[in-house]
């Protein structure tokens, strides 16, 4: 059959681009036909050759700019867009900000249909790079030697990276270092392909405040030749290091851990602080990346729930306890429920370290957990929830009408399902009230949001 589409591949034009897609890409349109372009800005004129396209939109490559927007910043490095490590880095940062609130506007307009609430402006970073206190890097076999970097957008192609970006600059440092050691202990690098080799990702950890730093190795066999001694010499040459565990992940996928895990030298977590308490973070637990943007974030939460000494606080999707330890000492008690055990674990020994004695901790699906409460007759005046980017189960939301808080806090870093559970509790008797994003993640398209929702 003859292909019928009006734009086709290596065909070039010239466009208008008249939006920034959700992912930071330049939107134009070619007699209605979306094409998504890298590194082009709203208000731009550019010359863009078609890459792909496809039934119901392409995407295609500035070939020359005709005009530059304003809000347009020199760009460090083009791999930073290619890689979609920072798919905003040519944007003025006043401008990714304003980006954001506008995220959250249109899905506040159009999914939640809420439109009497004023998005408040994105809460920024003072300095909006070098902020990643996490790294998950492959590791492959390049020309004989080892290689790491990230892979191009929407591929498993390997770019060499050494200066991340907008990761801790010790953290870049101690990548290539890590790699140099493995190098000299003629570790084999993974391929992806054949499902052969040994090292498949370097995962590095380091406490913002505390500078202690965890290092995983990611091996597709438990038998590591010369494990424990390279843990040693990493420890040496990277005196930060605490910490280096190996996780062992022998399947052909492209999840990065597997479930097995060994310390190789020292101890199996890392320490850091927030908000002047102290967290236990384990290898498998999850901990915030921006730890500066965070303290943002839970003030920021704190203030919306407005905490008096008589309150009762669900922790909901509490990973190692950080928020509801932050809070605890306000309040009567709190409770909090996550599904990692690590992470619970985690918890509980931070209620310990930091003599918090009035939280209890429960390892389960937030749902399941939420509806037993229910059923026990918990009966909180506040709940926050801090869910993963699918938002909450509607069980969940269920539940917690039932149990009828004054207050919910809802922290998202997913603005479309928060839109989407907003909606089913306004529709349950809440009205949401303050809605502020705030920038966890400068110089990419993702949105973290806090919002006080409080019944009639
Ligand atoms: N509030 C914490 C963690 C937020 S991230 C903090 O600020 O650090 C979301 C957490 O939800 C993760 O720890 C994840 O393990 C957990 N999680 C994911 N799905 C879950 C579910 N269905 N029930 C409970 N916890 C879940």
Known sequence: MKDQRLIKKNERYTVEIIDLSYEGMGVAKIEGYPLFIENALPGERVEVLVLKAGNKFGYGKVESWLTKSPARQPLKDNRLLRTGIAPLAHLKYEDQLAFKQKQVENVMSKIAHISEVEILPTIGMDVPVGYRNKAQIPVRRMNGRLATGFYKKNSHDLVEIEDYYIQEPAIDQAIARVREILQRFQVRGYNEVKNEGQIRHIIIRRGHYSHEMMVVLVTRKEKFFKGREIAQVIHEEIPEVVSVMQNINEEKTNVILGDKEKILYGRSYIEDQLLGKTYRISAKSFYQVNTQQTEKLYQTAMAFAQLEKKDVVIDAYSGIGTIGLSLADRVKKVYGM???????????????????????????????????????????????????????????????????????????????????????????????SKVQPVDLFPQTHHVETVALLQRH
């Open 338 to 432: 996550e599904l990692i055990p690590e992470a619970i674990e985690d918890a509980q020994f931070n209620a310990l370290i930091n003599k918090v004695t009035n939280v209890h901790y429960e390892v389960g699906k937030a749902e399941t957990v939420m509806k037993k409460w229910q059923e026990k007759g918990i009966k909180p005046s506040v709940i926050i929830v801090d869910p993963p980017r699918k938002g909450l189960d509607h069980k969940f939301i269920e539940s917690a009408i039932e149990m009828s808080p004054e207050k919910i806090v809802y922290i998202s870093c997913n603005p479309a399902t928060f839109a989407r559970d907003a909606r089913a509790f306004v529709e349950l008797g809440y009205e949401v």
